[in-house]
T-cell receptor, first 115, second 114 residues
Framework: AQSVAQPEDQVNVAEGNPLTVKCTYSVSGNPYLFWYVQYPNRGLQFLLKYITGDNLVKGSYGFEAEFNKSQTSFHLKKPSALVSDSALYFCAVRDLDTGRRALTFGSGTRLQVQP | GAGVSQSPSNKVTEKGKDVELRCDPISGHTALYWYRQSLGQGLEFLIYFQGNSAPDKSGLPSDRFSAERTGGSVSTLTIQRTQQEDSAVYLC????????????FGPGTRLTVL
């Protein structure tokens, strides 16, 4: 079975400061990892993904994520937060070694960037 | 190009009624997914269609839930005899056929069962 944990319900950060949103995962095979963002009353928007290769993945809006196999983590980061980054962030995983295409999502982390 | 569209955007129904939710995927996307997002929860997988293959129905919570995908494009999710616990946002996503392609989500249908 595959699972995702986002240990923080909410992360607060001041504008201009670096931000980190944490994610850990569990799969039996090789992970395929995603971050999505959800703005109020809107669907999920794709931010970035990791399949293989460089452990640091760069995505949309200046976000990046670091894959750490030994810690089974895929934390989302941004060097300098913007107020407009305030939203709900979801980490998701798929096990590449199974035929199952459905993503398993974490419960989400609300990011609040204060001016 | 156009993204994934869903209709209606909001649906209020009475307990025991049937509802149909519609999803129009991105043109050319062969894979289509339905998820459910309950208040304060993450997304829960419901069903997945890929081309002409048999759908993966492993996430459907009960036999009151069913889905069809006609002509490999539009999909309809049907909930029969709705219950209050069915209240949620139902999200549809589509992707290209490759195994590593990301899913693109529609805006969702907010279902409220009174």
């Amino acid at each position: 079975a595959q699972s995702v944990a986002q240990p923080e319900d909410q992360v607060n950060v001041a504008e201009g400061n670096p931000l980190t949103v944490k994610c850990t995962y569990s799969v039996s095979g090789n992970p395929y990892l995603f971050w999505y963002v959800q703005y109020p009353n809107r669907g999920l928007q794709f931010l970035l993904k990791y399949i293989t290769g460089d452990n640091l993945v760069k995505g949309s809006y200046g976000f990046e994520a670091e894959f750490n196999k030994s810690q089974t983590s895929f934390h989302l980061k941004k060097p300098s937060a913007l107020v407009s980054d305030s939203a709900l962030y979801f980490c998701a995983v798929r096990d590449l070694d199974t035929g199952r295409r459905a993503l398993t999502f974490g419960s989400g982390t609300r990011l609040q960037v204060q001016p | 190009g156009a993204g994934v569209s869903q209709s209606p955007s909001n649906k209020v129904t009475e307990k025991g009624k049937d509802v149909e939710l519609r999803c129009d995927p991105i043109s050319g996307h062969t894979a289509l997914y339905w998820y459910r997002q309950s208040l304060g929860q993450g997304l829960e997988f419901l069903i997945y269609f890929q081309g002409n293959s048999a759908p993966d129905k492993s996430g459907l919570p009960s036999d009151r839930f069913s889905a069809e995908r006609t002509g490999g494009s539009v999909s309809t999710l049907t909930i029969q005899r709705t219950q209050q616990e069915d209240s949620a946002v139902y999200l549809c996503a589509s992707s290209q056929s490759g195994t590593t392609n990301e899913q693109f989500f529609g805006p969702g249908t907010r279902l409220t069962v009174l």
